[in-house]
């Protein structure tokens, strides 16, 4: 069956490090695959896109790798401050299908003074 | 623009009643969706419309029903509500070519009983 995982275990890190969250899939054949922030009581925001035939994105202190042969996304912050605590959310477009995406279920980042 | 917005932010519904949840977007966006997150758990799509007049069921349709009579409004109706409706609902939005971002509202949580 079709699986996306991404770490149920919150990530502590402290104020100035990179953190690094990793989105793992099985069984997809994605198009493209974005990352989402979601602030507790609040709806997701969309961060980033990267596209099946792209290694690597960037955007200010965020950065995407995506390799379709391990079937994984790595999504680093850099510079890391308390004001990006928050869960992000990798999700996936398949091939076809319309414009539909399936989420992952988050990994909350905590980052800590 | 307001972006998505959804009513009631609130709601606790008794077994067996019904609920029409409101999402409205003034983007001009084709698509629209409604999902559902359950503690610790992804968005799962309820429902699904690439335009006015065109709606289709996404991974979880059971117990819920839509209509898309204009491009800005995506209502979501629960007939019957069960406790395992009981959830987080988040309408979103998209202009629709592949790739855009997910608009999504601020959610409406629900409680049935």
């Known amino acids: 069956s079709q699986k996306i995982e991404q770490n149920s275990e919150a990530l502590n890190i402290q104020e100035g490090k990179t953190a690094t969250l990793t989105c793992n899939y099985t069984?997809?054949?994605?198009?493209?695959l974005q990352w989402y922030r979601q602030d507790p009581g609040r709806g997701p925001v969309f961060l980033l896109l990267?596209?099946?035939?792209?290694k690597e994105k960037r955007k200010e202190r965020l950065k995407v790798t995506f390799d379709t042969t391990l079937k994984q996304s790595l999504f680093h912050i850099t510079a890391s401050q308390p004001a990006d605590s928050a869960t992000y959310l990798c999700a996936l477009k398949l091939t076809g299908g319309g414009n539909k995406l399936t989420f992952g279920t988050g990994t909350q980042l905590k980052v800590e003074l | 623009n307001a972006g998505v917005t959804q009513t009631p932010k609130f709601r606790i519904l008794k077994i067996g009643q019904s609920m029409t949840l409101q999402c409205t977007q003034d983007m001009n966006h084709n698509y629209m969706y409604w999902y559902r997150q359950d503690p610790g758990m992804g968005l799962k799509l309820i429902y699904y419309?690439?335009?006015?007049?065109?709606?289709d069921k996404g991974e979880v349709p059971n117990g819920y029903n839509v209509s898309r009579s204009t491009t800005e409004d995506f209502p979501l109706r629960l007939e019957l509500a069960a406790p395992s409706q009981t959830s987080v609902y988040f309408c979103?939005?998209?202009?629709?070519?592949?790739?855009?971002?997910?608009?999504f509202g601020p959610g409406t949580r629900l409680t049935v009983t």
């Open positions: 419309s690439v335009g006015a007049g065109i709606t």
């Open positions: 979103a939005s998209t202009p629709g070519a592949s790739g855009n971002a997910q608009y």
């Open positions: 069984n997809y054949s994605p198009a493209y």
């Open positions: 990267i596209r099946e035939n792209e």
